[in-house]
């Protein structure tokens, strides 16, 4: 069974003195958000300072540790944590820690190229539902057969950008190298194999750093290996079972990852209890297929790894189209289930709004919010959008469950200024909002409710069509 944390269990390794010092009035209000996985154990500053609560600070470290170990890469403020996992499904518990993607650059390259591959992975982002979403790590390949090209690289990595490195050579040399300039900023070691283990375990303690170990298709390797670690106290350990992509083999990688996810959670096996590293970027060490065919095949092959259960993946197409699926899909997986995304119930402005412009209403599900905005944007016609409370549910949904009504549209407006600010009090409704119309238009005296289309996208024709003309004659 998931190893669930419970409030009470916390609770008993905690100070409870309701000192306040965490954020929270309680030491059970903490005890709940730990065991929800939204605040972490350290932030009980008490538990961890005061030498009196030596003992519960070690049960503290026992209770709260997740059956998939929380690791660190890079340093703050650039830290990735991967894994920390509690569960196998994101229905038993919101999944944390996001997993993090890491696109490759060579050591190969001369700097201005390098620094520009790293600074556009650095800056690539888009915004959907209100979040930008981001790459994390670059991970820097050793190919170059130079160690002092390697560390050279990796220096020119650190000095020119703030996202974490992986560095990525089989070889203790070349890593040794390059831990010498960067390895203060705890990148990941990758990785220690059978046969390069004990030289990466001791660059590891020597420098720190986190560290993964490496036996793709070997699991008894790969265990033999983690417990060997563990026994000499090093436990910031990613694992790599490896990542097969060709016929059959992509199906026997999920088995292996679902397989160690498992053996984690529900079995508790600690030699595994890390989070994995899935390499969707062997793809392009296939000979058949043409570029665009692999970068396809890349994309698919880390969406599904993200779904089961990679924690962390490196990938080497740098395309729009290949990543923005991908972290549309991070996004959506690592969001709470049991809250619908939603945005601050309130008034916004777009564009230069004045005390002639007219009101949009709405709900405040997030995806209703942004559409709306977009579509009154696209009307280019400066407005106010009030937004009211449907719960982050849908217009349609929440007016059907009496989770958005005339009252609190209309309670949306009387606290949003609007009354007292406008000369001409045109509110739009949204048209799957239709039947509130005849309540509203008596619940805001002075107010002329106007429903809207059905579908935000027909905003731009509405304002051309009906509303102008309503705001003339107002
Ligand atoms: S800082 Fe620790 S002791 Fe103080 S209220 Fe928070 S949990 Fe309790």
């Known amino acids: 069974m998931p190893k669930i944390l419970r409030p009470l269990e916390v609770y008993g390794v905690l100070p409870q003195t309701n000192c306040g010092e965490c954020g929270e009035s309680t030491c059970m209000a903490f005890a709940a958000k730990v065991a929800d996985g939204v605040v972490e154990i350290t932030q009980c500053r008490p538990l961890f300072k005061d030498p009196k609560y030596k003992s519960k600070l070690q049960k503290a470290l026992e209770v709260t540790r997740p059956p998939v170990k929380a690791v660190t890469i890079g340093t703050p403020p650039y830290q990735v944590i991967v894994g920390g ?73 650190s000095k020119n950008v703030s996202l974490p490195l992986i560095l990525c050579s089989y070889s203790p040399d070349a890593m040794e190298e390059a831990l010498t300039v960067v390895g203060d900023k705890r990148p990941l070691i990758y990785a220690a194999t059978r046969n390069n283990w004990k030289e990466m375990l001791d660059l590891a303690s020597k ?7 490496s036996s793709p298709g070997d699991l008894n390797t790969l265990k033999s290996l983690a417990s060997t670690f563990i026994s000499t106290g090093i436990e910031d350990i990613v694992l790599d079972p490896g990542t097969f992509v060709r016929g059959d083999s992509l199906a026997e990688t999920i088995n292996i990852f679902t397989m160690l996810r498992r053996a984690a959670i529900e079995k508790e096996d600690k030699s595994v209890g890390f989070p994995l590293m899935a390499v969707p970027a062997v793809v392009w060490m296939d000979p058949e297929g043409d570029e665009v065919e692999k970068k396809m095949k890349e994309s698919y092959v880390a969406s599904i790894m993200m779904t089961r259960y990679a ?127 005849g309540e509203l238009e008596e619940l805001l005296s002075g107010w002329k409710v106007l429903v809207g289309p059905r579908d935000s996208s027909a905003i731009p024709e509405f304002v051309e069509k009906v509303l102008k003309k309503e705001m003339e004659s107002a």
């Not at 996992?85 to 919101?94: F, S």
């Not at 915004?127 to 991970?139: D, K, S, T, V």
């Not at 420098?207 to 170990?213: D, E, M």
């Not at 699926?325 to 402005?349: A, H, M």
Request: aromatic content about 8%.
């Open 85 to 157: 996992k509690r569960v196998m499904y994101r229905h038993e518990l919101t999944y944390h820690n996001p997993t993090a993607i890491a696109i490759d650059v060579m050591d190969d390259v001369d700097a201005d190229p390098l620094i520009k591959r790293a600074k556009a992975i650095e800056s690539y982002t888009f915004e959907r539902i209100g979040q930008q979403l981001r790459l994390n790590l670059i991970a820097l390949r050793y190919v170059s057969g130079n160690p002092e090209k390697f560390a050279k690289a990796a220096d020119v990595l």
């Open 207 to 213: 420098y720190k750093c986190p560290i993964a170990i």
């Open 311 to 437: 924690d962390l993946l490196v990938m080497h197409s740098f395309d729009p189209w290949v990543l923005m699926p991908l972290l549309v899909w991070r996004q959506n997986i690592y969001t709470d289930p049991r809250v619908p995304p939603s945005v601050k119930p309130g008034v916004y402005e777009i564009g230069k709004p004045t005390d002639v412009s007219p009101v949009f209403a709405t709900g405040n599900f997030a995806l209703t919010y942004f559409l709306v905005r977009g579509d009154i944007e696209n009307a280019k016609i400066d407005a106010y959008l009030v937004v009211a409370d449907s719960e982050g549910l849908s217009v349609e949904s929440s007016v059907a469950g009496r989770r958005l009504t005339a009252d609190k549209f209309a309670e949306a407006i009387k606290s949003s200024g609007l009354n007292q600010k406008l000369k001409k009090k045109v509110l739009v409704i949204p048209g799957r909002a239709a039947r509130l119309s």
